[in-house]
């Protein structure tokens, strides 16, 4: 039995890593090539852009391992339907459980290994690439602002502007174009020909220009300015920088969702990241069993057209996933409904395809 288990573990592990190593090199060269222009505005660092790449890597780590896991186990069972060794493992006296207790260890391992990818290093590789951002910003910002550019000034203000230079420490725009959010839950933005920015009294003025804003209750204020100006200091955006909640870690999420009003919309967007932090890695248990399924019922001998079905297939388990997410996080369902109503469909899913298997074993064998 100890070799039985063995063999298993090691083919589950060998596919496993086979395509982790190529969807790993794929999609991480995809996305940082999407996402490396923005960088590379503000740098041109050797280091920091291998940097870059590699907290991307981090950030797709999990989905790259559940994806990895699924083709594993689906091209594993494959080569063991088409060179006669599941119709040897029946012979032999082995039955389906037989066959799902190494499957069932390679899941759970699986799934810690998902759990810990996902729960704690995608969101630290998520802040870490957005602290290198806003220090290369502030780094930027000290000899003079982007321009046709949107810059985060803090939480509170985005910038665009069309001109930009530096004159006696004293920063002048033309063309400017901000974007405010205020305590209130007023959100709008300013419209100016001209402006400026002064470190030393940390003042930012815009000139001549319009101001548009609409509160919760979608009352639209205007307003018309000879002068605005607001308070700016640019050495302290590290520490008004704005995480997102994708990239705090899981006390900060709580703590940020105890001081949410429940029923806003902000209320059901973080409650839907707490529960994914747990329901997410869960995925790469249900798609094992489905690849277990799915390489014993496709007919084909052709690797290609098995590897299309498998991707077709877990596209449309994320599809699935992301409405079903996406329903908790707009407030349709309370969040952990949401995860709970996706997970027991899939579950009815590979019953049923459990059962099926097990009534016409001779069929598909």
């Known amino acids: 039995m100890k070799t039985f288990w063995k063999y298993h573990l090691k083919e589950y592990f060998f596919y496993t890593l086979t395509f982790f190593t190529v969807f790993g090199v794929i999609i991480t060269l995809v996305q940082g090539i999407i996402k490396l222009q923005e960088f590379l505005e503000l740098t041109s660092s050797f280091k920091l852009i291998f940097q870059f790449f590699l907290l991307i890597f981090f950030q797709l780590l999990s989905f790259i391992y559940t994806l990895s896991a ?65 220090n290369l910003l502030k780094v930027q910002l000290e000899k003079s602002f982007p ?63 319009w101001g548009f804003f609409v509160d919760p209750q979608r009352n639209i204020e205007v307003l018309k300015f000879g002068d605005y100006k607001f308070k700016l200091d640019v050495k302290n955006l590290g520490k008004e920088l704005y995480f ?85 996080e707009n407030g349709k369902i309370f969040p952990l409904w949401s995860f709970i109503i996706f997970y027991l469909l899939i579950s009815f899913l590979l019953v049923f395809q459990y059962f099926g298997f097990k009534k016409k074993k001779e069929f598909y064998l």
Not at 85 to 97: D, I, M, P, Q, T
Not at 151 to 170: F, I, P, R, W
Not at 186 to 200: E, L, M, V
């Open 70 to 134: 699924f083709m594993g186990v689906l091209f594993a069972i494959h080569r063991f339907k088409y060179e006669r060794e599941v119709f040897a493992f029946y012979s032999l006296g082995f039955s389906l459980k037989d066959l799902f207790k190494p499957l069932l260890l390679f899941a759970l391992i699986s799934l810690v290994i998902t759990f810990l990818m996902h729960f704690f290093l995608l969101p630290w590789a998520k802040k870490k690439a957005k602290l290198i951002q806003i």
């Open 147 to 209: 321009e046709k550019k949107p810059v985060s000034l803090g939480k509170n203000y985005y910038l665009y502007v069309m001109k930009s230079k530096k004159v006696d420490n004293t920063y002048h725009f033309k063309s400017i174009f901000l974007m405010e959010k205020r305590q209130e839950g007023k959100k709008g933005f300013f419209i100016s020909q001209n402006g400026s920015y002064f470190p030393k009294e940390n003042l930012f003025t815009l000139i001549k220009g």
């Open 244 to 328: 997102k909640r994708g990239e705090k870690s899981f006390s900060e999420l709580k703590e940020e969702i105890k001081k949410l009003k429940p029923g806003t919309s902000r209320y059901f967007k973080y409650f839907k990241e707490y529960y994914q932090r747990f329901f997410f890695p869960l995925s790469v248990l249900f798609l094992i069993f489905q690849a277990f399924f799915l390489g014993i019922y496709v007919k084909t001998s052709h690797k290609f057209l098995l590897f299309f079905i498998g991707i077709t297939v877990f596209l449309i388990f994320y599809i699935l996933y992301n409405f079903f997410s996406s329903l908790g």
